[in-house]
């Protein structure tokens, strides 16, 4: 494990016990990096930690139960990674969430509320307690996790689409900082945008075996991109959408 491309590195993982999680753990841990996994539900955590670990061949992945909601213990994760490991080489945002109305008309703002703290709060409150240790690597990375909705909203997703909208822009502020701290010789840093349609993923797949998930990128194409976020350079990638779907 220690010739991967992310040898050495360490990398958090926001929302790792979901199916992206759990396929992101995997795949960071092959390229060799230590993997810290932080979920709010222990038990599928536990699992996706397990599974990556054995799949891997034994390569460091921890999981830790965290709540992304609350600032404090956010911040307490990020120092208790870096101290643990000595650095903190990015953080990969996975936490999801979704909700939409049959209409503009019929939107739920009940909705709002909830997709605000899945997809905006929990972005504020990893980028706020991780960026000042992603600037001290030299290949930090922070790495959103978008949706084409956020570009091209429906009448019907108004609440999802605005609140990842806003997760994008308060991201592209953190490219921002990474930019402006490297000054002239550019950014060491980077926060990107990884966007999609939506996940698809092998459950989904069983579930509906008629389903042709047109555009849907597979989590495991999902975790090869991210991996790829470090392959590039840091300014190249640094407050950009790189678009895993067809561009609206």
Do not use: C
Request: aromatic fraction near 6%; proline fraction near 3%.
């Amino acid at each position: 494990m220690g010739n991967g491309a992310l040898s050495g590195a360490v990398i958090a993982v926001a929302g790792a016990g979901g199916p992206a999680g759990r396929a992101a753990l995997l795949r960071l841990a092959e390229a060799g990096a230590t993997v810290v996994g932080a979920d709010n539900e222990p038990e599928r955590l536990a699992e996706a930690v397990d599974a990556a670990r054995y799949a891997s061949g034994g390569a460091t992945v921890t999981g830790e139960t965290v709540d992304l909601l609350n600032l404090e213990a956010t911040r307490d994760w990020a120092t208790r990674t870096e101290k643990e490991f000595g650095r903190v080489d990015g953080l990969v945002h996975l936490v999801g969430g979704w909700r939409g109305s049959e209409t503009f008309t019929k939107t739920n703002l009940d909705d709002w509320d909830l997709l605000e703290l899945l997809l905006i709060r929990t972005v504020q409150h990893t980028s706020l307690a991780f960026h000042e240790a992603i600037q001290r690597s030299d290949r930090g990375r922070y790495v959103l996790i978008s949706a084409a909705g956020a570009t091209n909203p429906t009448a019907g997703n108004a609440s999802y689409a605005a609140a990842k909208a806003a997760a994008e822009a308060w991201t592209l502020a953190l490219a921002d900082y990474f930019r402006k701290a490297g000054g002239e010789q550019g950014p060491t840093s980077a926060a990107a945008i990884l966007v999609v349609k939506a996940l698809v993923h092998d459950a989904m797949r069983a579930e509906r075996p008629n389903a042709k998930f047109a555009g849907f990128t597979d989590v495991k194409d999902l975790a090869e991109a991210i991996v790829g976020v470090w392959d590039k350079p840091a300014a190249e990638v640094n407050g950009n959408r790189l678009w895993l779907t067809e561009k609206p």
